[in-house]
């Protein structure tokens, strides 16, 4: 393995026990329940640590920064706990959309810079 393979698998793996850890003391409990309105405020959200950057992420991709723009749109009630796949298809690009409309950015179905700032700050 390279260094930088290394240095992710280490990485992901503190990220994933930093939040079993939040888990497990009742500090993360989940999604945002079910009457929580898209785009509206959130309740108790549930951790997105897949990916931490902004990397243009488009359709047709797999990997990290699909699943973290679809954790933090599902966090937001635009895409169902379901299609949070790591696969950046139909539906992610309509719920892509839908946010950059909601949130005055042009709707391109892309996640660019200014699409990954609002997810993390909406």
């Keep these: 393995m390279k260094i930088n393979a290394i240095d992710r698998v280490v990485r992901r793996t ?21 009457d929580t309105p898209a785009g509206g405020p959130a309740g ?13 992420t488009v359709y047709g991709q797999r990997g990290d920064r699909v699943s973290q723009a679809q954790c933090l749109l ?6 169902p706990w379901g299609d949070v796949t790591g696969y950046f298809g139909p539906k992610t690009r309509a719920a892509v959309k839908k946010f950059q409309s909601r949130h005055h950015l042009p709707a391109d179905g892309k996640v660019g810079k200014k699409t990954w700032y609002a997810l993390y700050h909406a």
């Design 14 to 34: 503190a990220v994933l026990t930093a939040t079993a850890g939040l888990l497990t003391a009742g500090l993360l409990t989940g999604p945002a329940s079910a």
């Design 44 to 56: 108790t959200q549930a951790a997105c640590a897949y990916y931490n950057g902004n990397a243009l």
């Design 74 to 79: 599902a966090n937001r009630r635009y895409l």
